[in-house]
């Protein structure tokens, strides 16, 4: 089972390797298209490493262990502000990843786990929402396993707009 760690701002060159990997297998899944990835300079992937890893977000990776020359897996929880700040607060569940040779092996569950954990003792969240696109079943699926269930709130699909973005919610203890 792959180790499952924080992703530090000195992991630029694996954070775009695993990004642009993400972007080839699902680009449906991700608002940003590989071509624009594919045109940002390492500057601005060492920029893009430095904000995961700030103060209001927490970014899980996994890495095989012994070959640490890819991310096998990848989840990050950043702080939602409020529209209203009387209102706990919340994180939201973004950037999520398994690498297909590792899908169905528990890699998910784990960086799932730990993203919830990670969000409410670290970021002080009491819960965490998520999008997710109204036809991918076995993404709601496997949120559901893990308590989120859906809101009844949603938007065009950013990608699509004649399909829907279906928003989830958890509460966190």
């Known amino acids: 089972m792959p180790r499952v760690r924080r992703l530090q701002a ?26 624009a990835a594919r045109r940002q300079t390492d500057s601005q992937w060492k920029e893009r ?21 890819r991310f096998c897996g990848l989840m990050r929880v950043a702080v939602k502000h409020p529209q209203d700040p009387a209102r706990p607060l919340q994180a939201v569940l973004i950037s999520v990843y398994v690498a297909p040779e590792y899908r169905g092996l528990g890699l998910a569950d784990e960086l799932l786990q730990q993203a919830c954990e990670a969000a409410g003792k670290e970021l002080g ?15 709601q699926a496997f949120y559901r ?11 065009p699909y950013p990608q699509d707009t004649t ?8 509460q966190l203890p």
């Open 10 to 35: 000195g992991d630029w060159q694996l954070l775009k390797k695993v990004r642009l990997e993400m972007l080839a297998d699902t680009p449906m899944a991700y608002i940003e298209s590989l071509d």
């Open 49 to 69: 490493a430095v904000a995961m890893t700030g103060d209001a977000s927490i970014t899980l990776v996994a890495d095989n262990g012994d070959d640490r020359s």
């Open 145 to 155: 396993r893990h308590g989120f269930v859906i809101t009844g709130a949603s938007r």
């Open 163 to 170: 399909k829907l973005e279906l928003f989830m919610e958890r």
């Open 125 to 139: 969240a009491h819960s965490i929402e998520l999008g997710v696109h109204e036809d991918n079943a076995r993404a």
